[in-house]
């Protein structure tokens, strides 16, 4: 299945009826400011 990035590791999950969880080893770490928040700010003049 398809998370978001902000479903912390700990959320209640279910799929399909079926109880589902996030094995917390396979959540990426936060690796600095977002490309896609970046263009924003500059395009928003912010940067």
Do not use: H, M, N, W
């Given at each position: ?40 700010r ?5 940067g």
């Amino acid at each position: 299945a398809l998370l978001k990035r902000g479903v912390g590791a700990d959320a209640a999950l279910e799929a399909d009826g079926v109880a589902a969880a996030v094995d917390p080893d396979t959540v990426p770490g936060e690796s600095g400011p977002q490309a896609g928040r970046e263009a924003v700010r500059r395009l928003r003049g912010q940067g």
